[in-house]
Nanobody
C-alpha cells in the first residue's frame, strides 16, 4: 500500500491550465500503475488518465485526450496531471489512485486513493 496526497487544484478560467501533483509514500510506488480520476457533483467517479509503472504506457479518457498529460517521476515518488485548455465541464474533485495491477484497469482495481483536490473551471 502507498499513501497518496494530491495538490495543485484551484480556480481557473476556461482555456487555462493547471498542473496537479500526487505525492506518494511507500516503496511500492515505483511498481504501481497510477491513475487520475474525477468526480463532479451528483456524478459517479470517472477515469481521467493512467500511467504504467515505467511510464511506457499512458491511457486517457476520450474527453481529455489531447488536453491532459499524465507523467510520473519514480525517483521523487510523484505523479502529475498537466491539464491544458480547461473547460467548465472539467470541474470536479480530482483523485490520484494507485494499483498493483498492470495495463488499463477498471476503477475497482485501484486500491490506494488520495483525498482529492478540487478543480473549478469558470466560463
Amino acid at each position: 500500500q502507498v499513501q497518496l496526497v494530491e495538490s495543485g487544484g484551484g480556480l481557473v478560467q476556461a482555456g487555462g491550465s493547471l498542473r496537479l501533483s500526487c505525492a506518494a509514500s511507500g516503496r511500492a510506488f515505483s511498481s504501481y500503475t497510477m491513475g487520475w480520476f474525477r468526480q463532479a457533483p451528483g456524478k459517479e467517479r470517472e477515469f481521467v488518465a493512467a500511467i504504467s509503472w515505467n511510464s511506457a504506457s499512458t491511457y486517457y479518457a476520450d474527453s481529455v485526450k489531447g488536453r491532459f498529460t499524465v507523467s510520473r517521476d519514480n525517483a521523487k515518488n510523484t505523479v502529475h496531471l498537466q491539464m491544458n485548455s480547461l473547460k467548465p465541464e472539467d470541474t470536479a474533485v480530482y483523485y490520484c489512485a494507485g494499483s498493483s495491477g498492470l495495463g488499463y484497469l477498471p476503477i475497482a482495481d485501484y486500491h490506494s486513493w488520495g483525498q482529492g483536490t478540487q478543480v473549478t473551471v469558470s466560463s
